[in-house]
C-alpha cells in the first residue's frame, strides 16, 4: 500500500533491547531526508490497523494513520484516516496539502482493491503491484535455462516462471516461494518446487534457506547452501533466541538470478499486518487499562502474549464451547498463563493490563502450509538428485519435531546369495533398489542410504511413507511374475522426531526414532507392512490402510533399548495377499 500511494522505500533500524520501537527514515540521492521513530502496528482483522509515527524533526511532531473497516450489506466500507501534528507554521501550511493529496492516493488504491475484489479476486495478480513487461530481465538468457530445466521437469509451471519473472513487480519477484505461486497458479505444488530446482539447477533461479524466528516469523538469516545453514538465531525484535527446526522454521525461497532479471527487494513498510498474517490481532493496552476486542478465529489453536513476553495463554477451539469469550490478564509485559475454549467464529477478548504499557499479540500455534521447509525439501529424492552436495556442515545438529521413517530388507538374502552366487544375486539386488527408489521418488520421499540390501527413505508426511511401503510390494509381486529369483520385502514404518546430520557428506538422521523405525522393520516377516502407533495416529496414514489392506494384526514387542513394550501393526496389501503371504 506505502508503495501504491508514492511513498519512497524504507530503511529500518531494529529497537532497542527490550524495546518496541523502531527507527526509520527515508533516503533522497543518499541524502536522509525524513527520520521518524515507527511505533507497533495496531490491528483487529476485518476491523482495523493503525501507526503511530513520531518525527525528529521536520514540519511535522508526529502521524497517526490507518483503515478502518465495518460491514456493509454484501460489502465492507473501508475508510482511510491520518492525523499531522504539525511542529510550526510550516507544519500547519503543509498539513493539509499532504493531507489531501495522502487522501486522494489511498482512495485511488483502495478502489483499485475494490475493483478487483468485486471483478477479478480470482486470477493471480496483485491489484497494488500491476504485471508489466521489464527491460531488465534477458528473455533470450532465460527461455534456452528454462527450456533446458523442461527436460526434467513440468513445462507448463516452467511457461508460468517464465511469465512472472518477465512481468511481476520487483518485491514479488525478489522472493518466490514455489507452493504460495503454485496456489496462486492452481498447479500442484510437487510439480511447482520440482520445476524450480531444475530451474535453479540450470542457473534461472537461485536458491537460498531462510531461518524464521518462530514469533514474528521473518527472516533472519539466509544462506545458499545447507552447510552455511545456523543451527540457531537471535531477532532483535522479539528480543529472542530460538533454534532451527528443518519442518517448521527452515524455508527454502527463491529468486531470478541476476544473470537473467536483476531485483532488489525494497522495504516499504515492515510492521503492518500483511507481514503477520498469522496474527489475527495485535492491541496496545495501556497501563491500568482493559481493552476489549472482537476478532474472526479458525477452527485452530492461538496463543495470547505480550509481544516481548515469553508466557502463552492458549486459546483452544471447541465447537461445543459454551461461548465466545475469553479473558486474559498481564502484568509487567507478560499474560498470565492459562487457557479457555472458544467456539470458531468471532470471538470477543477482554485483555486486562495491571501493568506498563503492553502490545497484546493474538497469532496461531501452527504454522501455514505454504512453506517448502528444509525437512519437506530435503526428503525429495528429485532435490537429493539434483542437489546432492546439499548437506549441513560437519557437526551441525538440526532437529526435525516429525519425521516419517521407512526401512526396507530382503526376506532370505544370504540364502539368495549361496544359491545363485554373489553376481547373479547382486543383480537381482541392484534391480530391486531400482524398483523401490522410483516407488520413494513418486511418493514425495527420499533415500537416505542404502546398508547391504536393505533401505532407509525419509518422507515428511506418514501417509506418504505407508502409501510407498504398500506399492513396493505391488510392484515387487508383479515384477516376480517374471522373474527366476523372485524376492520378498520386509518393511517398517515409524514416525517421530529426529536429528539430522551431516554424516560422511550425506544429510542423515539419528534419534530414538530412527533405532525404533529399523527395529520395527527387523519385525516383518515378509509380504507385510509393520507400523507403529505413530504412524496410524496420522488420519490419512490411518484412512489409506483401511482403505486399502483387507487384513491387518495388532501385537505387542518387546524393542532393545526401550523398557515397555511397543504396540505394532501388521498390514497385507491385496498383492501379498494373492502371493500367498498373508498371515499364517
Not at 450489506?73 to 484516516?81: I, M, W, Y
Not at 531485483?263 to 493496552?285: D, E, L, M
Amino acid at each position: 500500500m506505502n508503495k501504491a500511494v508514492g511513498l519512497p522505500k524504507v530503511s529500518y533500524t531494529p529497537p532497542p533491547p527490550g524495546g518496541v520501537v523502531r527507527q526509520a527514515s527515508i533516503r533522497f540521492r543518499g541524502v536522509k531526508v525524513a527520520a521518524w521513530d515507527e511505533h507497533p502496528f495496531d490491528w483487529v482483522e476485518g476491523d482495523h490497523f493503525t501507526v503511530r509515527r513520531v518525527f525528529h524533526g521536520g514540519p511535522f511532531k508526529s502521524f497517526e494513520g490507518g483503515i478502518r473497516m465495518k460491514a456493509d450489506g454484501a460489502g465492507t466500507v473501508a475508510e482511510a484516516h491520518g492525523d499531522f501534528v504539525p511542529r510550526g507554521a510550516l507544519g500547519r501550511f503543509l498539513a493539509p496539502l499532504v493531507g489531501g493529496k495522502g487522501s486522494a492516493d489511498m482512495a485511488g488504491a483502495v478502489a483499485k482493491v475494490g475493483a478487483w475484489a468485486c471483478t477479478g479476486a480470482g486470477c493471480d495478480c496483485d491489484p497494488l503491484r500491476p504485471q508489466t513487461p521489464k527491460d531488465t530481465v534477458d528473455r533470450t538468457r532465460l527461455e534456452r535455462l528454462l527450456g533446458r530445466a523442461a527436460e526434467r521437469s513440468d513445462r507448463a509451471v516452467l511457461e508460468r516462471l517464465r511469465r512472472h519473472i518477465e512481468t511481476a513487480d520487483d518485491q514479488d519477484a525478489a522472493v518466490l516461494r514455489p507452493f504460495e505461486l503454485a496456489d496462486r497458479w492452481a498447479l500442484d505444488r510437487l510439480a511447482t518446487l520440482t520445476a524450480f530446482l531444475a530451474a535453479t539447477r540450470e542457473g534461472a533461479l537461485d536458491l537460498r534457506w531462510e531461518l524464521l524466528c518462530p514469533h514474528c516469523r521473518v527472516a533472519k538469516s539466509a544462506c545458499g547452501t545447507l552447510s552455511e545453514a545456523a543451527a540457531s538465531a537471535h531477532c532483535d525484535f522479539c528480543n529472542a533466541d530460538f533454534d532451527a527446526q528443518l519442518d517448521v522454521n527452515m524455508e527454502l525461497r527463491f529468486s531470478p538470478n541476476p544473470s537473467v532479471r536483476p531485483v532488489t527487494a525494497a522495504q516499504f513498510c515492515i510492521g503492518g499486518p500483511a507481514n503477520s498474517r498469522h496474527r489475527p490481532a495485535q492491541v496496545k493496552v495501556a497501563a491500568g487499562q482493559t481493552r476489549v476486542v472482537t476478532l474472526p478465529l479458525k477452527s485452530r489453536r492461538y496463543l495470547v502474549r505480550g509481544l516481548l513476553g515469553t508466557s502463552e495463554f492458549l486459546l483452544l477451539p471447541d465447537s461445543a464451547a459454551g461461548g465466545s469469550a475469553a479473558k486474559v490478564a498481564f502484568s509487567g509485559g507478560e499474560a498470565a498463563e492459562g487457557e479457555a475454549h472458544f467456539k470458531p467464529g468471532l470471538v470477543e477478548l477482554t485483555l486486562t493490563n495491571a501493568g506498563p504499557e503492553v502490545w497484546a499479540v493474538v497469532e496461531e500455534v501452527e504454522w501455514g502450509d505454504t512453506a517448502a521447509t528444509a525437512a519437506f525439501v530435503t526428503s525429495l529424492q528429485d532435490f537429493k538428485d539434483l542437489f546432492s552436495s546439499e548437506v549441513l556442515a560437519p557437526g551441525t545438529e538440526v532437529s526435525v519435531r516429525s519425521l516419517a521413517l521407512l526401512f526396507t530388507d530382503l526376506k532370505g538374502s544370504t540364502a539368495m546369495y549361496e544359491r545363485v552366487g554373489d553376481a547373479r544375486a547382486y543383480s537381482v539386488v541392484r534391480d530391486h533398489f531400482g524398483v523401490l527408489f522410483e516407488v520413494v521418488r513418486r511418493r514425495r520421499g527420499a533415500v537416505v542410504k542404502t546398508i547391504g540390501d536393505a533401505v532407509m527413505a525419509a518422507f515428511s508426511d506418514p501417509a506418504d511413507a505407508v502409501a510407498a511401503a504398500l506399492e513396493m510390494h505391488d510392484e515387487l509381486h508383479a515384477r516376480n511374475k517374471t522373474l527366476t529369483v523372485p524376492v520378498v520385502l520386509k518393511v517398517g514404518v515409524h514416525e517421530g522426531p529426529a536429528i539430522a546430520i551431516n554424516s560422511s557428506g550425506v544429510l542423515d538422521y539419528f534419534g530414538t526414532t530412527v533405532n525404533l523405525a529399523a527395529r520395527v522393520q527387523s519385525e516383518s516377516t515378509g509380504g507385510d507392512v509393520v507400523l507403529t502407533e505413530a504412524v496410524l495416529a496420522s488420519a490419512r496414514a490411518a484412512g489409506l490402510v483401511k482403505k486399502t489392506c483387507e487384513c491387518s494384526a495388532d501385537f505387542e514387542t518387546t524393542v532393545k533399548g526401550l523398557a515397555a513394550p511397543v504396540r505394532l501393526t501388521r498390514v497385507w496389501p491385496r498383492s501379498s495377499l494373492d502371493a500367498g503371504l498373508g498371515p499364517g
